[in-house]
């Protein structure tokens, strides 16, 4: 059975620090992973989604790396903003069933 | 910009009663999903469908039933609410087909939190 872990459950860092956040998956076979941030009391919202055949996605101040074969995934965010304060959650897609199996998140703070 | 809207944010229901969640999505997305958020447990999948009128048991799906009868909108219903089906709900919809290299992400909702006293 899948299972999703991300480390650390929580973070807090000074603004402009750069980041990284973990996701570990214990079934490789994964159709692609996808990153979500979720703010308090919100739904979630798509940040960048890899497919199993890529190693890397980038979208602005973030990165996110894909290494299918260790089970591992990072969400890198560069120059890290206090509106980034958010909880980020990674989440799996096994095969083609379409369903996502989620990790519990990291919390994250950036102070001013 | 493409939208999972969910008609409620914030309800309060008594014990006992039959309570709807609306879900419907703008993007033609063949599959839709709802779940469930609780601290400490995480998202966990209640029911998701592949069509219409077509429906999938999730991981919990005790106390809960779905209807899907257009493409766009897909109902999550709680039969009798109870005091544990307090929780935060989340829909989702996600595009089938396209092949490598497709995006076969999720779009959110913004969550209905539902209060059963």
């Known amino acids: 059975k899948q299972e999703v872990t991300q480390i650390p459950a929580a973070l807090s860092v000074p603004e402009g620090e750069n980041l990284v956040l973990n996701c570990s998956f214990t079934?490789?076979?994964?159709?692609?992973l996808q990153w979500f941030r979720q703010d308090p009391g919100k739904g979630l919202t798509s940040l960048l989604l890899?497919?199993?055949?890529?190693r890397e996605q980038t979208s602005g101040r973030l990165n996110a790396s894909l290494d299918k074969s260790s089970g591992r995934s990072t969400l890198y965010i560069a120059a890290s903003q206090p509106g980034d304060s958010a909880t980020y959650l990674c989440?799996?897609?096994?095969?083609?069933?379409?369903?996502?199996?989620f990790g519990s998140g990291t919390r994250l703070l950036v102070r001013p | 910009d493409v939208k999972v809207t969910q008609s409620s944010r914030y309800l309060v229901k008594r014990t006992g009663e039959k309570v709807f969640l609306e879900c419907v999505q703008d993007?033609?997305?063949?599959?839709m999903f709802w779940y469930r958020q609780d601290p400490g447990l995480g998202l966990r999948l209640i029911y998701f469908?592949?069509?219409?009128?077509?429906?999938e048991k999730g991981d919990i799906p005790e106390g809960y039933s779905v209807s899907r009868e257009k493409k766009e909108r897909f109902s999550l219903i709680l039969e009798s609410a109870s005091t544990n089906q307090t929780s935060m709900y989340l829909c989702?919809?996600?595009?089938?087909?396209?092949?490598?290299?497709?995006?076969?992400?999720?779009?959110f909702g913004s969550g209905t939190r539902l209060t059963v006293v």
């Open positions: 993007m033609d997305h063949e599959n």
């Open positions: 079934d490789s076979a994964i159709y692609n």
């Open positions: 890899i497919q199993s055949s890529q």
């Open positions: 989440a799996v897609m096994m095969d083609s069933s379409y369903k996502l199996i």
């Open positions: 989702a919809s996600s595009f089938i087909g396209g092949g490598v290299g497709a995006n076969y992400g999720y779009t």
């Open positions: 469908s592949y069509d219409v009128k077509m429906k």
